[in-house]
């Protein structure tokens, strides 16, 4: 069965001094964080990968990878924008939908900045052998928070049968403020993970083009991925089932972060 790994990598990050946070080396063997990541996803049997790239990326990630990556053949999606009309792309629904000219079979979209972990890599491949439904895995809220400082969060909130009702942006949580939100160490949380099969590009697609539309004079809004999943549940044209992970999750935002990622990764 065909199954993509694609990752959403067109940014470069001002926080991380306009750099690709893709490439740094925090890997036990000096790898890059792409290589870590795909390194855990081919545990499971992925049969091609697609990077969704920006024109800053591009060049820099054919460079470096061509195109297969350990025998596993590799595809490029462009995510393009009008300069002279926008400050940024659309958004992550823009991102995933740049993919839709050449995504032919079920996949699993994440960014490129964070390490999952095995586990929810193949959880989410073995749901994509298994049924036509969508599917995303839960981090436990006490595995994705930093030891200091607060952050936002997705929250899952869903049913009995563990489908996904909604994802509510929680802001500024932080270790000691738990019970203030009404949240818990095990709140299931979502970093942007997702197994989906290609019509649902095809839903997000015309649902990119009217917000385009609707939002045309405006250079920085953005057409944001979980929100949209999320209407499309609301609107019964989607389900999305939720599977919890005790696996870590890291992710590189500043500068310092590469050496708490290396140091992270050296531990497990």
């Known amino acids: 069965m065909q199954i993509a790994l694609v990752y959403m990598v067109a940014g470069l990050s001002s926080r991380f001094g306009g750099k690709i946070k893709q490439f ?26 697609i990077f969704i790239v920006g024109n800053k990326t591009e060049t ?22 009008d300069e002279t009309k926008r400050d940024k792309p659309w958004g992550t629904v823009d991102a995933l939908c740049s993919i839709k000219d050449i995504i032919d079979c079920p996949f699993v979209i994440c960014n490129g900045d964070d390490i999952y972990g095995k586990e929810a890599f193949k959880i989410l491949v073995n749901h994509l052998k298994e049924k036509t ?46 019970h203030e939100k009404k949240l818990s160490e095990n709140s299931l949380t979502s970093m942007n993970i997702f197994a989906l099969h290609p019509e649902v590009v095809e839903k997000l697609n015309a649902i990119l083009e009217k917000f385009k539309q609707e939002h045309n004079n405006d250079r920085r809004m953005e057409c944001l991925l979980p929100n949209e999943l999320g209407n499309l549940i609301r609107n019964n044209e989607l389900t999305i089932e939720l599977y919890s992970t005790n696996e870590k999750w890291f992710g590189i935002t500043n500068p310092e972060d590469e050496i708490k990622v290396k140091q992270e990764l050296e531990n497990i």
Do not use: D
């Open 24 to 49: 740094a080396r925090v890997g036990t063997n000096n790898e890059t964080l792409i290589e870590v990541s795909m390194n855990q996803a081919l545990a499971s049997p992925f049969t091609k990968i």
């Open 60 to 81: 820099p990630f054919r460079e470096m990878f061509g195109n297969e990556y350990k025998g596993i053949p590799i595809q490029y999606a462009l995510q393009k924008f």
């Open 133 to 178: 439904t969508g599917a995303t895995v839960g981090y436990k809220l006490e595995n994705v928070l930093p030891k200091t400082g607060s952050v936002n969060r997705g929250i899952f909130e869903f049913n009995e049968n563990n489908e996904v009702q909604s994802l509510k942006e929680v802001f500024e949580i932080t270790k000691e403020n738990l």
